[in-house]
């Protein structure tokens, strides 16, 4: 069974700087694409920023403007988002996912940011 448990989440300023992780157990990670997707309150679930199984292909929404980037270290099982220059309009509780065959089939629990104004 695989498990993804995302961690780094917390309360920032507006300006501030976070690094997310993604930890998998129960599996590897290594030979699938990862992606990060995010929730507002009252709002519906958006694609963040993904990432192949190489590392090499990299995709982000368009919301995040340079701000953040996504990168793994297969080895560790563990895929990263750091997110820096945050605003107000970044909060939201944060989920990583493991894609397989197209679609997005393990969720982790995800993470709370809250960016402060």
């Known amino acids: 069974q695989v498990q993804l448990v995302e961690s780094g989440g917390g309360l920032v300023q507006a300006g501030g700087s976070l690094r997310l992780s993604c930890a998998a157990s129960?599996?590897?990670?290594?030979?699938?694409?990862m992606g990060w997707f995010r929730q507002a309150p009252g709002k519906e679930r958006e694609f963040v920023a993904s990432i192949s199984w190489s590392g090499g292909i990299t995709y982000y929404a368009d919301f995040v403007k340079g701000r953040f980037t996504i990168s793994r270290v297969n080895a560790k099982n563990t895929v990263y988002l750091q997110m820096n220059s945050l605003t107000p309009e970044d909060t939201a509780v944060y989920y990583c996912a493991r894609r397989q065959a197209g679609i997005y089939d393990y969720w982790g629990q995800g993470t709370q940011v809250t960016v402060s104004s």
């Open positions: 129960g599996g590897t990670v290594s030979s699938y694409t």
